[in-house]
């Protein structure tokens, strides 16, 4: 017997009505004000098939329509929602766009205790495996936890639409899970039955090995060349001997194996970054995120041409540059400001792609969005000038009469900070290259060490 020990059980089944172009995604969710819950979902699907995106898409947060309607099919029967998209990422090589979206649902528009939501595709890739009939579901548990004494919140996760292998090699592929309530969070395979939370993507990588604790999937990749589909199960426990998830999450994405002619260690990686995997990064919103991501190819012959990201809505990434001297290596750079509605967690991933198709590994942060702190004085984009003039005279003043008195406050800008005089007067001054503000040691330190100083 299946027991989620709540009074509300939420089923969600993403439905997506005559769709061929379909790439992947996720559904997640976690509670609101108001007796209503935030179902956040994130989409890829074929560029080619109308779903073209850009750097000014993205810059410019236009709505994408996407295909089909998020539904609810169990225990209350309206439309949610359209599956309409903000693109975050892109890729022309690999023809795919990627976005997410979210969709507020108030639980009390409907007396049944169990909710179903709708979404099914079919991908228009033949596979090696399956019959490329898609079908995604999400359940949760809704009611309040006695270990926190608010209702739980699901595990989040990423992954790039298309994984790429090489044939005849072995692979160890670690899906990244956040989960806001400290959970124990595990990772098993989608199943068929009891309830068909996969369709013909129910697990269609054969020979490969899945990790649930760990959440890592290892893979010989002697079967087959071509498309693979994986449909998993993020779920989230109290405890780690607990076999009842709170909520369990569907994650879906495409692996293609490739035959090709270099050795298995001639795949691009990732030299040591800012943005490291595992790593927690916290931000500001209105504040300027900006790091650099560099990535190395796996050979003097080989050259990376693509640095793939999964990211937040309204994260901008600069083209592809050469780095160093060595000749084998290159960057981008990203750059985001959130706004005050993206306050919480978000996973950022990235990968790198050489001329041949080989991919790196996967590297995943946590982006915290605090709280704007009330010292900070926020610049506009440029950094050279305030964005409110008129609160810096009433900030240098409050900061140089207290106790002990502060001649120096933060920015928006991570890089810059504004030295006041007692007159009320304030001044942006630049930190040194390669050099960050540090506010609580009130100087600038070498880029990424705030963290470890004073």
Known sequence: MMCFFSTYLLTCILYLAESSHFRGGIISWKPTDNHQIE????????????????????????????????QCVEGCSDTITTMSYYCTDFSATEDWTSGTNSIKYNLSASSNNLFTFGFSSCCWI??????????????????????????N???????????????????????????????????????????DECGGVCETLSGSYLDQSSCV?????????????????????????????????????LIFVANLSESCASRPFLPQNIITDGSILHSSANKIFNESIIARSGAATLRVTAIDTVSPIGMIKSALFPFGTSGREWFVTVTWTPMKSQIGTHLFCYTAVDNLGQTSDQTCAT???????????????????????????TKCIEATTGVPKIFYLATSCSSYFVQCNELGTGRIVRCAPGTEWCNHVLTCVHSGSCATEG
Not at 40 to 65: M, Q
Not at 126 to 134: A, M, Q, R
Request: glycine letters at 6%; one cysteine or more.
């Open 39 to 70: 179902i956040n979902y994130r989409v890829a699907f074929r560029a080619s098939s109308g779903h073209a995106c850009d750097a000014n898409t993205i810059e410019n947060g236009t709505l994408l329509p996407g295909e089909g309607s998020l």
């Open 126 to 151: 033949p596979l090696v495996e399956g019959s490329s009939n898609w079908r995604m579901r999400t359940t949760a548990n809704l009611t309040v936890r006695q270990d926190t004494g608010k209702i």
């Open 153 to 195: 919140s699901s595990p989040v996760s990423a992954m790039q639409p298309v994984v790429r292998f090489s044939y005849g090699c072995d692979h160890t592929l670690k899906i990244p899970v956040s989960d806001d309530d400290g959970d124990v969070v595990k990772c098993r395979w989608s199943k068929r039955t009891p309830n």
């Open 217 to 253: 999937l290892t893979y010989n990749a002697t079967q087959s060349t071509g498309w693979y589909a994986v449909a998993l199960q993020i779920e989230d426990f109290q405890k780690t001997t607990d076999t009842v998830p709170f909520s369990s999450v569907s994650l879906q994405f």
């Open 367 to 393: 982006l915290v969005v605090d709280e704007e702190p009330n010292d900070t004085v926020v610049l506009n984009q440029d950094c050279n000038a305030f964005k409110t003039p008129e609160k810096v005279h």
